[in-house]
């Protein structure tokens, strides 16, 4: 499963493509570390990924700009947020700008990895759950 | 100019003696000077008096000749009443002038010679009468032919001028006495008005220099003075500005603190959160003593995290930097609201702020929300944010007891060190209270300018 991450962190970055690549079937084919660019790869012909993994807070703009964009250029792959400041606001907001799924980067960790599993194995498109 | 209090209270001291040392002169001059005039004045009187006297002699033996020629022209008894009158006036007059030249030998002496004179010529008038009388025609006529009678009223006559003449001479002297006295007194009261104006003079320019010297003193002191206020108003200045720059300083350290918190540990406790998945998967199955450890490795982790985002919170609130003033403010009413059971209510607009302004409004309402919860014993609080022309206007009121401005305890400094940070971000504070009628705390704050 081709994987797009947009992080700023650069050691979060590391640890996440170590970790996905390890314990799921995810190969990771580019990475962004603000919104421009971001946006600028999605737009790209040629780039494909099933799943988007988007930090909310980024170098410059915000993973809502990479959902937004993503939206309007008609992007099919699943959108995963990870942020550090998971409340029902944040959740809603990202869920009605066209986010799947919205883990907390320190506490949900797990329940990122198991979906990333559930997705190679082409069971998730029901619903999970928006906690 | 030195100031001598003591030289000049010799100089009032000096002041009136010395005035009423003059008037005393002068009175004392006018005084005697009177007396004296007073006493001459008397004497010239009686001089007159004495000249008066020595007419009514003359006159006395003149009127005694005429009436006794009268008589003997006429042979009627009434010519006899001015020689009898005469007699009269005469002998009085004679007395009179002994009594007055008493003390005068030489006038006296005159006086005697006068008398002697008269008495002869009187015997000669009373003899001749006696003659009539006794029919001694021839006898009485040959003493009126003779010259007897008009040498000696001759020498009576001259007698009399000597002696007027003398008179005369004496009163002059004392007249021109009186004069003398008159000047003296005069040049005196003269002397001692000018004496009296040039101390006068003086004591004025005396007291001039003493104004001016005082006028000197309370200028330099005045000068003193807006030196000392130029520089209070300097160092409140300086103070002002630190106090500004340790606000702003503070709140910057916080910032710096919090943003590394969260960007570096906040990584690295991400990644070793991840590790940890890592390993609980690679290390299935598990014996229970790993999958125990593992869940501590975990709760660990998690409780590290927490702590972090405590602290940063308190650094700066992340619903501020995440979700925006407005956002931030509600999420804190609502948190004061539950915390406490006051009911908040807010009315927030949203604003362009710089991000200092936006924690500085952050931190005023949590400042003021803090201090309401302590003291105020409110049950309503109302918060609003609204633009206000240029600037932002963020307001705090309760209805809880209010304060006294003017009593604020030493060691709270959390108003004014609020005010601090406002105005040195170039905006303006304003707390409204009375006791009993709650509070309201206001600020304004210019709102972003545009790049």
Redesign the interface.
């Known amino acids: 499963m081709r994987t797009f991450i947009v992080e700023d962190s650069p050691l979060i970055l590391r640890k996440l493509v170590s970790t996905l690549e390890e314990l799921a079937p995810v190969e990771v084919v580019g990475s962004a570390a603000d919104e421009a660019s971001a946006v600028a790869w999605l737009a790209k012909d040629g780039n494909h990924c099933e799943l988007l993994i988007i930090d909310i807070f980024l170098k410059s703009g915000t993973g809502l700009g990479v959902l937004r964009a993503a939206t309007s250029l008609g992007v099919t792959s699943k959108r995963v947020v990870l942020t550090n400041y998971a409340t029902k606001d944040i959740r809603e907001t990202c869920r009605s700008l066209g986010a799947d799924r919205v883990f907390d980067k320190s506490s949900e960790v797990e329940e990122l990895l198991a979906y990333c599993e559930r997705l190679n194995d082409g069971v998730d498109s029901a619903a999970g759950t928006f906690n | 100019m030195e100031f001598n209090p003591l030289g000049r209270l010799r100089r009032s001291v000096l002041a009136l003696p010395l005035a009423a040392m003059v008037a005393l002169v002068v009175v004392v001059i006018n005084e005697s000077g009177y007396n004296q005039s007073k006493e001459e004045l008397a004497v010239l009187i009686e001089r007159g008096v004495a000249r008066q006297q020595l007419q009514y002699m003359l006159r006395g033996l003149v009127d005694a000749e005429t009436g006794q020629r009268g008589f003997l022209l006429t042979g009627r008894k009434d010519h006899l009443e001015p020689y009898d009158a005469g007699l009269v006036a005469y002998k009085s007059s004679v007395e009179n002038l002994r009594r007055y030249f008493e003390n005068d030998p030489v006038q006296l002496a005159r006086v005697e010679t006068i008398d002697s004179n008269a008495r002869k010529r009187l015997e000669t008038m009373a003899s001749t009468l006696e003659s009539y009388e006794r029919g001694e025609h021839d006898q009485w006529r040959a003493l009126v032919a003779s010259d007897v009678g008009k040498q000696t009223m001759d020498a009576l006559r001259a007698e009399a001028t000597q002696l007027l003449t003398s008179e005369n001479e004496r009163i002059g002297v004392q007249i021109k006495g009186v004069f003398d006295t008159m000047s003296v007194s005069r040049i005196g009261v003269n002397v001692m008005a000018v004496v009296a104006l040039a101390a006068l003079l003086l004591f004025l320019r005396k007291t001039q220099l003493l104004d001016r010297a005082q006028l000197e003193h309370s200028r330099a002191l005045s000068v003193e003075r807006d030196q000392l206020e130029g520089q209070v108003v300097l160092r409140t200045a300086d103070l002002t500005e630190l106090t500004q720059h340790l606000e702003v300083a503070r709140e910057e350290e916080r910032s710096r603190l919090a943003r590394e918190l ?2 570096e540990l ?6 070793a ?6 390993l ?3 290390l299935l199955p598990m014996s229970p003593v790993v999958e125990e450890g593992l869940k501590h490795l975990n709760a660990t ?2 409780q590290g ?1 927490a702590l972090k ?1 405590n602290i940063i919170e308190n650094l700066r609130p ?1 619903s501020l930097s ?2 925006g003033l407005v ?1 931030a403010l509600e999420i804190q009413a609502k948190e004061f609201a539950k915390r406490t059971e006051i009911r908040v209510h807010t009315e927030l607009e949203p604003v362009t702020l710089p991000d200092n302004a936006e924690i500085t409004v952050y931190r005023l309402v949590q400042e003021s929300l803090t201090n309401i919860a302590k003291y105020a014993r409110a049950s309503e609080v109302a918060v609003t944010l609204a633009k206000d022309k240029d600037r932002v206007c963020i307001r705090v009121r309760d209805n809880g007891v209010g304060f006294d401005p003017a009593a604020t305890r030493r060691g709270t400094h959390g108003l004014s060190g609020m005010r601090h940070r406002v105005e040195g971000q170039g905006g303006a504070m304003q707390v409204s209270t009375v006791p009993g009628h709650g509070t309201t705390i206001s600020a304004w704050l210019p709102m972003k300018v545009p790049a």
Not at chain 2, 273 to 278: F, N, S
Request: hydrophobic share 45%.
């Open positions: 969260h960007d906040g990584a690295l406790l991400t990644a959160k991840l590790d940890a998945a890592r609980k998967r690679t982790l998690d995290i985002r992340s995440n979700l956002a």
